[in-house]
């Protein structure tokens, strides 16, 4: 079973910066892909941002410019880099991986969240 466990929420002013790390514990693999997601209060969780193993990051249009992820494959974390924060960045903040089941398939692995809060 996989464990995400996250950390580096908290509350910033409009305009600052946070960092949000992810750390696997429990049996690691290989995650297919591993990312970001948010949810708002009264609102669907939406993807922040995702990457693969290889190649280039998904962001979703209201973070590009703004938000970087970084994918460590070697020690199967995730960091997303906030700049430039608005108060509409306000959420609880998971991160994911895609746990890969053999042959083909995979699933879900989510973490507790931590919240990020934009306000002055």
């Known amino acids: 079973q996989v464990q995400l466990v996250e950390s580096g929420g908290g509350l910033v002013q409009p305009g600052g910066s946070l960092r949000l790390s992810c750390v696997p514990s429990?049996?690691?693999?290989?995650?297919?892909?591993m990312g970001w997601y948010r949810q708002a209060p009264g609102k669907q969780r939406e993807l922040v941002a995702a990457?693969?193993?290889?190649?280039?990051?998904n962001y979703a249009d209201a973070v590009k410019g703004r938000f970087t992820i970084i994918r460590d494959n070697a020690k199967n974390t995730v960091f997303l880099e906030m700049n430039s924060l608005k108060p509409e960045d306000t959420a609880v903040y998971y991160c994911?991986?895609?746990?890969?089941?053999?042959?083909?398939?995979?699933?879900?692995?989510w973490g507790q969240g931590t919240q990020v809060t934009v306000s002055s």
């Open positions: 429990g049996s690691i693999f290989s995650f297919n892909s």
């Open positions: 994911n991986a895609k746990v890969p089941q053999p042959p083909s398939d995979e699933y879900d692995a």
């Open positions: 990457k693969g193993r290889y190649g280039s990051p």
